[in-house]
């Protein structure tokens, strides 16, 4: 099993940065992928960004359309951490942020992943 747990949820005005962070542990070898997803009230949960790696340390990178230019995926190895930098929030940024593990090639598409965190809220105030 891979444990997952957010964190660096928050409130922030329309405009500003936040870092959201994803913390693996357990049987991480397991997992060659680290989704961002996120879900806003009374909608379906959306993908938000990934990051695959490959065992001689290459990286595949996507992000939705809504994001791109904004938002940056990063993987810190040695700590078992992917990050979601967030500049230039906008309102509609609002969610429980999510992230997951697996091993998928299928980025977007939640039902691959096999580890889910617990979330953690970004609230963009305008």
């Known amino acids: 099993q891979v444990q997952l747990v957010e964190s660096g949820g928050g409130l922030v005005q329309a405009g500003g940065s936040l870092r959201v962070s994803c913390v693996a542990s357990g049987r991480t070898f397991t997992t060659s992928i680290v989704g961002w997803f996120r879900q806003a009230p009374g909608k379906e949960r959306e993908f938000v960004a990934a990051?695959?790696?490959?065992?001689?340390?290459?990286?595949?990178?996507d992000y939705a359309e809504s994001v791109k230019g904004r938002f940056t995926i990063s993987r810190d190895n040695a700590k078992n951490t992917v990050y979601l930098q967030m500049n230039s929030l906008k309102p509609e940024d609002t969610a429980v942020y999510y992230c997951?593990?697996?091993?998928?090639?299928?980025?977007?598409?939640?039902?691959?992943?096999?580890?889910w965190g617990q979330g953690t809220q970004v609230t963009v105030s305008s």
């Open positions: 997951a593990a697996g091993s998928t090639v299928s980025y977007s598409d939640m039902t691959r992943y096999s580890f």
């Open positions: 990051i695959r790696w490959t065992r001689v340390g290459v990286y595949y990178i």
